[in-house]
């Protein structure tokens, strides 16, 4: 990827078009090259969710993530209501090694801190967690299976 091609946002998804362009970067990577069923990708969380999207120069949705918290998502942060969920996590295949994971972590750290909370968990995929370590998260707990892909529980205070 070029130095210009490397270019991009992160911001909260507003509007149809964005959660769509967020629904679509999930589809890819989950659904398509991972191998998710649809209805364990699309848990029907989405609704209560903050999106967080990344955009490249020419308006291309590069990835997504979201968070969780409140109520809502009491079953995944032991029901600390300071505490957030940050989950679908996806970066397309072009994108991927540019920043972009990171940025969108970032992202959604921000809108945890502004919504009040205190920390943010999530369920790495288990290649996936030295990604979240240098970003400051912490494994916890015992491997386990999401989607029948091995994950482990990770914690970082904000």
Known sequence: ?????AVYAVR??????????CF??????????QGVPEDLEYDGRDGDALQVLA??????ALGT??????????????GDPGTGALGRLAVTRAARGTGVGAAL???IEDAARAAGLTAVDLHAQTHATGFYERLGYAAYGEEFLDAGI???SMRRAL
């Open 1 to 5: 990827m070029s130095d210009a091609a």
């Open 65 to 78: 993530g979201r968070l969780l918290y409140g109520p809502g998502a009491a079953d995944v942060t032991g």
């Open 105 to 107: 972590v970032r992202g």
């Open 12 to 21: 909260l998804a507003e509007g149809p078009a964005d959660l769509a362009a």
């Open 24 to 33: 679509a970067v999930r589809k890819d990577v989950f659904v398509a090259e």
């Open 55 to 60: 955009v490249g120069a020419d308006g291309s």
């Open 150 to 152: 091995p994950h482990r």
